[in-house]
């Protein structure tokens, strides 16, 4: 298994463009969620899922789409990215809670808005 | 709403001494769950520990030991005779539920504190 997988691993933007930060799991987890890091602030969570076609909206979703077509992929969109979105991006997975299962981390993805 | 407060934002030490990470949480709930996670330099996250609020025994695991005291909202880790390998940011998280049990998935986290252990 892979576990989580996330691209591109480095992104550079200008102000006002878009991408979208892709994210994959293969442990059949119908739980994933994201997460932006940024210093001395920990990990903030932008937006989950509990499964597809279902996704909710976490502390800081402003800025920020997500869907949710299959259990194995969960995109993340920023529409219009600006220097306040310069971060380092965490997927994690998880199996459906309840109870809170232990969520699997992918590798991150570093975003600088110019 | 939740809090976790890691107020320690850098620890450095000595390999072979012990060190304390302390973490603070503040919930209403009385079911919730408490998770450590570690951050070495490379970057991703690795979990360490889950623990619910109704078992209050203190676990060990090999060097690492974590004390949960619900009389203080602490949960508190300990690395036992610290090695150069656990110089990482260490995140305590804390989930609790909704009336559909489905944000317990969503994990506060504290600020993290940076471990540095010297040779």
């Known amino acids: 298994n892979a576990g989580v997988t996330q691209t591109p691993k480095f992104q550079v933007l200008k102000t006002g463009q878009s991408m979208t930060l892709q994210c994959a799991q293969d442990m059949n987890h119908e739980y994933m969620s994201w997460y932006r890091q940024d210093p001395g602030m920990g990990l903030r969570l932008i937006h989950y899922s509990v499964g597809a076609g279902i996704t909710d909206q976490g502390e800081v979703p402003n800025g920020y789409n997500v869907s949710r077509s299959t259990t194995e992929d969960f995109p993340l969109r920023l529409l219009s990215a600006a220097p306040s979105q310069t971060s380092v991006y965490f997927c994690a997975s998880s199996r459906r809670p309840p109870p809170p299962d232990t969520q699997y981390f992918g590798p991150g993805t570093r975003l600088t808005v110019l | 709403a939740q809090k976790v407060t890691q107020a320690q934002t850098e620890i450095s030490v000595v390999e072979k001494e012990d060190v304390t990470l302390d973490c603070v949480y503040e919930t209403r709930d009385t079911t919730y769950y408490l998770f450590w996670y570690k951050q070495p330099p490379s970057g991703e996250l690795v979990f360490l520990i889950r623990r619910n609020s109704f078992d209050e025994q203190n676990e060990i695991s090999g060097r690492y030991s974590w004390n949960f005291q619900k009389s203080t909202s602490s949960f508190n880790f300990t690395i036992t005779a610290s090695q150069v390998v656990d110089s990482a940011v260490y995140f305590c998280?804390?989930?609790?539920?909704?009336?559909?049990?489905?944000?317990?998935?969503?994990?506060?986290f504290g600020q993290g504190t940076i471990l540095t252990v010297h040779p």
């Open positions: 998280a804390l989930s609790v539920p909704n009336a559909g049990g489905t944000s317990y998935g969503k994990l506060t």
